[in-house]
């Protein structure tokens, strides 16, 4: 009989240990969650914000071409390809939770487009002077630069957020956590040589 006692006893303690190493490793699993959770909300807010500054530039286009057309009417091939490339930057709207490495490749590669196509359509005002000195004109590019150097900072801004939530995702041993629930790594933005060549607003 002591024997059986004693029999149940360690189980008894066995089963204490199992289920307070179960307990530990759930909380554990619950905090990770939330944290990795909390980080890719995080995420959300700066790309909206980034897509808004894109917007900002994207709606300028139009006017900017158009008083271009006025003073360069014959310079339409640069014309079309930035219209174009607003079109084609413009249909690309991605939610956060649709936000993984093609899609965002895809909306990076857009809008370095609509930068390249705008160098080339800034290139064009130093053959005319009188576009140059058009005060539209000047008002267009003073909004231009504003937007520019706003999508510079929501980018940074987006590119911090997504660096914290790739620490929990990649880093050990939350990365086992991530890998449960489906999270991955998200994408950043990189300095293409389009975006660094373009559009360069100076006067």
């Known amino acids: 009989m002591a024997k059986d006692g004693s029999g149940c006893l360690g189980a008894t303690l066995i089963g204490g240990v199992i289920f307070v190493i179960l307990l530990i490793c759930g909380i554990y699993v619950w905090r990770s969650y939330n944290k990795i959770v909390e980080a890719d909300q995080a995420v959300k807010k700066p790309w909206a914000d980034v897509q808004a500054a894109y917007q900002k530039r994207a709606d300028l286009i139009p006017n900017l071409v158009e008083t ?3 003073y360069a009417a014959h310079e339409s091939g640069t014309l079309t390809a930035v219209i174009e490339a607003r079109s084609a930057a413009t249909s690309i709207n991605i939610n956060a939770d649709e936000l993984n490495n093609e899609t965002f490749a895809k909306f990076q590669e857009a809008q370095d487009n609509v930068s390249s196509t705008l160098s080339r359509l800034l290139a064009v005002r130093e053959a005319y002077p009188e576009l140059k000195a058009d005060a539209h004109f000047t008002q267009l590019m003073d909004q231009l630069k504003e937007i520019e150097n706003e999508i510079a900072a929501k980018r940074e801004v987006f590119n911090s957020a997504v660096q914290n939530y790739n620490v929990l995702v990649i880093k ?3 990365n086992l956590v991530a890998k449960m629930f489906g999270f991955e790594e998200r994408a950043y933005f990189e300095a ?7 559009p360069k607003v100076q006067f």
């Open 172 to 174: 050990f041993p939350k």
């Open 192 to 198: 293409s040589q389009a975006a660094q060549e373009a």
């Open 68 to 70: 271009v057309k006025g």
